[in-house]
């Protein structure tokens, strides 16, 4: 075992994060999710993860930045509307991440924010790729409009 400080070379790569400023979209975010019978509530207890898909309730972490959370909360929105439990558990994990960050991306960019490298680095995780992208770019299309329509 090593402490860090025993180690030389390059600093490990950072995960990008969404940034700006939302605004009233990430108000207008969370009354779309209340519309669509899904209740939002913080949580202190996800570790790792910046939010969760439970069917019918998300849960974000606390304290992320506005934009951090507008992303986030777009991501699990996906999840909600266009993962079904059956897709859940027939469909792979990679195609359910995938096409959820494709989501919060373009959902993102149209209202101005900064995704950097968040969603890439996010799809790159789980292997996304052209085809996968593709495959999935009709659902994608279909839930990026619903939410797009109700916060723009």
């Given at each position: 075992m090593?402490?860090?400080?025993?180690?030389?070379?390059?600093?490990?790569?950072?995960?990008?994060?969404?940034?700006?400023?939302?605004?009233?979209?990430?108000?207008k975010l969370h009354l779309f999710a209340a519309k669509q019978g899904i209740t939002v509530k913080r949580s202190e207890g996800l570790k790792t993860a910046q939010g969760v898909s439970l069917g019918g309730t998300i849960l974000?972490?606390?304290g992320m930045e506005p934009a951090e959370e507008f992303g986030t909360l777009v991501h699990e929105i996906c999840h909600?509307?266009?993962?079904?439990?059956?897709?859940?558990?027939?469909?792979?994990?990679?195609v359910l991440e995938v096409e959820a960050e494709a989501v919060s991306f373009v959902v993102c960019s149209a209202v101005g924010?900064?995704?950097?490298?968040a969603s890439a680095d996010y799809i790159g995780c789980w292997k996304g790729n052209p085809k996968l992208?593709?495959?999935?770019?009709d659902r994608i299309q279909k839930v990026s409009s619903a939410i797009l329509?109700?916060?723009?």
């Open positions: 090593f402490d860090i400080s025993q180690t030389d070379g390059k600093p490990l790569p950072q995960l990008g994060v969404v940034k700006g400023r939302p605004g009233l979209a990430l108000k974000l972490k606390e909600e509307k266009l993962h079904t439990q059956d897709e859940r558990t027939t469909l792979a994990r990679n924010l900064d995704t950097n490298s992208l593709r495959a999935s770019l329509e109700a916060i723009l």
